[in-house]
């Protein structure tokens, strides 16, 4: 019988055509590799490398051998990936749409708690942009969707989580006058960097627009981005200052730095949306840990 080992070695060494190559994939040394390979050849009867001091290549036998081998090795996967799937039917799964930002700003933590008191859960994330929110719960398998606020569809229904106001992201080297803060009017002639949203009035632009007004603020330029990292390099590099849920500041960038608005800053609102329906006891659960979560004083 063919040892399973060998013919994963042979299927290396086809693949990268260089035994130390294969070896390094492996995680072994050339010498036991070669030994291997020189074996299954005995066990076949056949030479399956042409081998040259500069190159190894497969002999007719050996281009016969690997699509077979290929195979096997596939067949033995996937036998554990069907033990896996058998344990994971008895398990919930969740699926949640997420919005890019809460990957790396309240999303880990509240995962990890909620995950701790449910051990019988697998958790499926789907990454979709704030203009595609609605559009994940009705085209996408999910089960819930966080989003931003408002929403304005009548097939869709929002619990609340929690506000928070909009910190501003500007370049390391800009100072400002008070240094832990930062006034909307030292704003005035620079250029800004934003968001769209899934509807107009949640834009980044659009919530800003009434507090630049009543302060005569106007931008010199402005640059729309769809991810946050994105935006945050262009800020690094000194091309603008960018709105930004004061959870963002948890995600340390170099050249950038975050501070709060001196005056009453807007609002960003995040909710958790489900399709209009009654939802599974299960589903339900996580949205009562989740309103109970934003509750704390520290999440």
């Not at 090795?73 to 919930?92: G, K, P, T």
């Not at 499926?124 to 559009?135: D, R, S």
């Not at 240094?179 to 009035?201: C, K, R, W, Y």
Request: proline share 5%; hydrophobic share 40%; net charge positive.
């Amino acid at each position: 019988m063919i040892d399973i080992k060998k013919l994963r070695y042979f299927v290396a060494v086809a693949e990268e055509q260089h035994f130390s190559r294969a070896a390094e994939r492996l995680g072994i040394s050339q010498p036991p590799l070669s030994e291997h390979i020189r074996a299954l050849e005995q066990e076949l009867g056949c030479a399956l490398f042409c081998r040259t001091t500069r190159s190894v290549s497969l002999t007719d036998d050996g281009i016969s051998l690997l699509p077979h081998a290929r195979r096997i090795l596939a067949d033995l996967d996937q036998c554990a990936e069907v033990i896996r799937d058998a344990r994971l039917r008895n398990m919930n799964t969740l699926r949640l749409g997420i919005l890019h930002a809460h990957a790396y700003t309240f999303l880990p933590r509240l995962l990890a708690q909620w995950a701790n008191t449910r051990k019988d859960v697998r958790i499926k994330l789907v990454e979709h942009a704030t203009q595609n929110q609605i559009a994940v719960l009705t085209t996408e398998n999910v089960d819930l969707a966080f989003v931003r606020e408002p929403v304005h569809d009548q097939n869709v229904v929002v619990t609340r989580l929690f506000s928070e106001p909009y910190w501003i992201a500007i370049p390391e080297g800009w100072t400002t006058h008070a240094g832990d803060q930062i006034s909307v009017t030292e704003l005035h002639n620079q250029p800004m960097i934003g968001f769209p949203s899934h509807h107009a009035s949640g834009s980044t632009r659009a919530l800003f627009r009434d507090l630049f007004i009543k302060h005569r603020i106007k931008t010199s330029d402005f640059l729309q981005i769809t991810t946050m990292h994105t935006a945050l390099a262009l800020v690094a590099a000194g091309q603008g200052f960018c709105p930004v849920p004061k959870s963002q500041r948890r995600l340390s960038m170099y050249g950038v730095k975050y501070l709060p608005l001196m005056q009453t800053s807007p609002q960003l609102s995040v909710g958790i949306a489900s399709k209009q329906h009654a939802m599974d006891p299960f589903v339900q659960s996580f949205v009562d840990f989740c309103v109970l979560y934003f509750k704390q004083d520290d999440w």
